[in-house]
């Protein structure tokens, strides 16, 4: 889960007493909720806690032998790297030097890859065949300079601390078994509909495809209007809570209108109500039962969140 309001890392709290409406039924789940779940809690950007850093090149090995696989991967380099040096915009200048970022990534995958670091030494030395561009390497190399700039000026990218690896982050402990779905709460800070952010580009392709790889997926917003049209596009499965926002109503009723329903309660509705709709299945109005960890008004703060990634 990216929890960026500090709302979820209460995941493994039990409630300290049963709320309103509370039954054996929710008991009974919540018992072996704790004793089943695994909470464990990234401190990315901070030294203490659990640190996590985001590498921004991928393995290449493993899609050496499938063409599209590659240019998958390599096209997804490039748009993690282009802001980055300055090559993500419309000018010549910055189609030509995405143009060499581009060739010195599939240079450097087809040799034999390597880290972050071995990157950056091939742009400081781009070999004569990478390109037919002129002054390639010159260009190469001040791409070299801004990504180093880069990781100094942003702990996050290709920093230190454990890398953000999949194997490893959605791994269970011993004893436990893994059923993986990725969260993301406030979602409209990553795919937004504008601007374009670090993250679109490879989250996008995450929703067109995860269901390919059995991975699940969730957006949460409470902006609808932020959030990029390709997720409620890819979406199967949709929930429509109470919103406030007029503007934000009229947006949340046209996708339930897409779907051959009307959400036209959406500003009235209750505590755990929601209107959800799916492939196949037409809107009905459900009731939520309540949240079996506790959650109070008042998220941790950030040294809780470091405490608690700590112990």
């Known amino acids: 889960m990216l929890d960026s309001n500090n709302d979820l890392a209460r995941l493994d709290d039990p ?4 709320p309103p409406g509370w039954s054996d039924e929710d008991a009974g789940k919540a018992a072996r909720y704790f004793a089943e779940t695994e909470v464990v ?53 910055a189609r030509k030097g995405k143009a060499i970022l581009r060739q010195a990534l599939g240079y450097f995958a087809r040799s034999g890859g390597g880290d972050f670091a071995a990157f950056l030494g091939l742009l400081a030395a781009l070999p ?68 374009k952010t670090e993250a679109l580009a490879s989250t996008l392709t995450l929703a067109s495809q995860a269901r390919k790889y059995g991975l699940g997926l969730v957006f949460a917003t409470q902006t609808p209007r932020g959030l990029h049209n390709h997720i409620a596009g890819n979406a199967t499965t949709q929930f429509i809570g109470r919103i406030n926002s007029p503007t934000q109503i009229e947006v949340v009723k046209g996708l339930a209108r897409a779907r051959g329903g009307h959400a036209d309660r959406v500003g009235r509705l209750e505590t755990g109500q929601f209107y959800a709709a799916s492939d196949g299945i037409p809107e009905v109005l459900i009731r939520a039962r309540q949240c079996l960890s506790h959650h109070p008004a008042d998220p941790l703060t950030e040294q809780e969140i470091i405490e608690r990634a700590s112990g």
């Open 128 to 195: 004569l065949e990478v390109s037919q561009i002129d002054r390639a390497d010159q260009i190469a190399a001040e791409l070299g300079q801004l990504l180093t700039a880069a990781t100094i000026n942003d702990p996050l990218f290709a920093g230190r601390g454990v890398p953000a690896n999949p194997e490893q982050l959605l791994s269970p402990s011993m004893g436990k078994r893994a059923r993986v779905l990725y969260v993301m709460d406030e979602a409209q800070a990553l795919v937004p509909a504008t601007p």
């Open 15 to 18: 409630r300290p007493s049963p």
């Open 41 to 93: 809690i990234w401190t990315p950007g901070r030294s203490r806690g659990r640190p996590l850093t985001f590498q921004p090149l991928p393995d290449f090995a493993p899609v050496l032998d499938d063409r599209d696989e590659l240019d998958s991967a390599l096209g997804l380099a490039v748009e993690a790297l282009a802001p980055r040096a300055n090559v993500d915009g419309a000018s010549a200048k």
